[in-house]
């Protein structure tokens, strides 16, 4: 049998997404997309938790620019949002905006936030926006019977690579008795 082809999520369609050259879509127009483009019940419901998580974890930590930065070729990001006609398009209705990464020159969105310190009122109309977004894919997610999921305490977003484990090179404490001894 032929191999397959590669998948489309490999790379990223946001020049293709409508909006991204012309007219934005708005969000209730872009989820309206998603829902109609994702084919089972199960990837939706991954689809609008991810997109939910992201807007939940930059109202929790609006200083963190880790928060408001996806790179487009990290691999979860593609197989639960980018892969889904109408996932980037939320994205862009949300807010967000193609940028390349300085350090790295990786293509990334972004959702920039005005400087708090230079306009307060412009900071927080963005932010009671972005709010009002993350509510709009909660009552979504209620009405499909999809559970948001708690925004990160610390922790990378999407532009973050994994972590390795933290070597255990001190001995372990259990039940009060210390590991690996007599």
Known sequence: SASPAPA???MPRLAAAP???GAALGLEE????LRRECAEEAALADAL???????????AHPEEQRFR???L???NFQATVARHRGGLEVLLALGFVERRSVEDDELCLVLEEPVLELDLDAW?????ALKEKRDVLGVLMAELGVRPLPPAALGGGWDAAPLP???????MTMHGQHAGGV
């Open 30 to 33: 872009a989820l309206g997309l």
């Open 8 to 10: 489309r999520s490999a």
């Open 19 to 21: 909006g991204a050259a």
């Open 69 to 71: 930065t996806i790179r």
């Open 73 to 75: 070729l990290n691999a």
């Open 165 to 171: 484990p933290a070597p255990l090179d001190c001995p």
């Open 49 to 59: 938790q991810a997109l939910q998580l992201l807007c939940s974890n930059v109202v």
């Open 124 to 128: 927080s109309a963005w932010f009671e």
